[in-house]
């Protein structure tokens, strides 16, 4: 296909305000990327949208398989995944169980904006 670029799962984006750390989820607009190095405001870093990542979570929590994950970017001292929907953005489901406590999780990313 003429058109076609490349399959997306990892790009390129500008550092926002606050700059980037590697593996700790952002949201760049209405887009969340997991970004694979860290990079200061301004300067260009590459970014996983889609795929499966290791990302911090609420601790407190144990995830089954496929339960709809979210992006707590409020959470203190750094962001966190959750399964509480109120407030936080969608971004894709867990792909492994994770214990209660434990204090990371797989999520299988789904690269949609909302």
Request: proline share 6%.
């Given at each position: 296909m003429k058109t076609y670029?490349?399959?997306?799962?990892?790009?390129?984006?500008?550092?926002?305000?606050?700059?980037?750390?590697?593996?700790?989820?952002?949201?760049?607009?209405?887009?969340?990327?997991?970004?694979?190095?860290?990079?200061?405001?301004?300067?260009?870093?590459?970014?996983?949208?889609?795929?499966?990542?290791?990302?911090?979570?609420?601790?407190?929590?144990?995830?089954?398989?496929?339960?709809?994950?979210?992006?707590?970017?409020?959470?203190?001292?750094?962001?966190?995944?959750?399964?509480?929907?109120?407030?936080?953005?969608?971004?894709?489901?867990?792909?492994?169980?994770?214990?209660?406590?434990?204090?990371?999780?797989?999520?299988?990313?789904?690269?949609?904006?909302?």
């Amino acid at each position: 296909m003429k058109t076609y670029a490349h399959p997306g799962e990892a790009m390129t984006y500008t550092t926002p305000a606050g700059d980037v750390v590697a593996g700790t989820g952002v949201l760049i607009g209405a887009l969340f990327v997991v970004p694979t190095v860290s990079a200061e405001e301004g300067d260009p870093f590459t970014g996983q949208v889609e795929g499966v990542v290791e990302h911090a979570k609420v601790s407190a929590q144990a995830w089954t398989e496929g339960v709809k994950i979210y992006f707590d970017a409020d959470a203190s001292p750094a962001p966190v995944m959750t399964t509480t929907s109120g407030g936080n953005t969608l971004v894709g489901v867990a792909a492994k169980v994770a214990a209660n406590p434990s204090s990371t999780g797989f999520v299988r990313l789904d690269g949609a904006a909302r």
